[in-house]
T-cell receptor
Framework: KNQVEQSPQSLIILEGKNCTLQCNYTVSPFSNLRWYKQDTGRGPVSLTIMTFSENTKSNGRYTATLDADTKQSSLHITASQLSDSASYICVVSSSGTYKYIFGTGTRLKVLA | SAVISQKPSRDICQRGTSLTIQCQVDSQVTMMFWYRQQPGQSLTLIATANQGSEATYESGFVIDKFPISRPNLTFSTLTVSNLSPEDSSIYLC??????????????FGPGTRLTVL
């Protein structure tokens, strides 16, 4: 069964600290993996997208990694800011389909 | 990119009534989807809105409960019928555009927050 699991479910960190969010998937055949940021009451916004051949992708203070062999991805946030408080969703798509499998998300709260 | 707007942004409805949500995209897109996000949960695909034909529903979602219209390539509506408190969720419109540089990109609308009393 195609699944995407994220950990931790929630995370609280102090402003300025770094953090890493995890995503494990069992989707096959794999096409690409995306990380989205969803602010409360808003739709998800894409942070990064990686295909099978890419193992790291950065977008400002966000760096995503992908290990296609172990089917794991991580999202590293550097020097966190209050505005990073949001849910981060890992989404995996399967080849030959427009269906996307969504993880349950990690809810991050950054405290001053 | 694609800019998506949804109306209404939020609504409070009585049990047994219906709510129609509108989705407008700033460009013509082939692939348009409706998602539901229940409180504290991730997104669940309701259906693919097909232009000029009936929507394609995912398992657990039926046309009588979630009728969808797609009159053209920039607009769609989702109706949530015979509302019950369990329908309280955020409903999101989404489109897939591309490919750009060999990949498709998915964009989401801001969502419609529905509360059923």
């Amino acid at each position: 069964k195609n699944q995407v699991e994220q950990s931790p479910q929630s995370l609280i960190i102090l402003e300025g600290k770094n953090c890493t969010l995890q995503c494990n998937y069992t989707v096959s055949p794999f096409s690409n993996l995306r990380w989205y940021k969803q602010d409360t009451g808003r739709g998800p916004v894409s942070l990064t997208i990686m295909t099978f051949s890419e193992n790291t992708k950065s977008n400002g203070r966000y760096t995503a990694t992908l290990d296609a062999d172990t089917k794991q991805s991580s999202l590293h946030i550097t020097a966190s800011q209050l505005s990073d408080s949001a849910s981060y969703i890992c989404v995996v798509s399967s080849s030959g389909t427009y269906k996307y499998i969504f993880g349950t998300g990690t809810r991050l709260k950054v405290l001053a | 990119s694609a800019v998506i707007s949804q109306k209404p942004s939020r609504d409070i409805c009585q049990r047994g009534t219906s709510l129609t949500i509108q989705c407008q995209v700033d460009s013509q897109v082939t692939m348009m989807f409706w998602y539901r996000q229940q409180p504290g949960q991730s997104l669940t695909l309701i259906a693919t809105a097909n232009q000029g034909s009936e929507a394609t529903y995912e398992s657990g979602f039926v046309i009588d409960k979630f009728p969808i219209s797609r009159p053209n390539l920039t607009f769609s509506t989702l109706t949530v019928s015979n509302l019950s408190p369990e329908d309280s969720s955020i409903y999101l419109c989404s489109v897939v555009v591309g490919p750009w540089q060999g990949r498709n990109e998915q964009f989401f609308g801001p969502g419609t927050r529905l509360t059923v009393l």
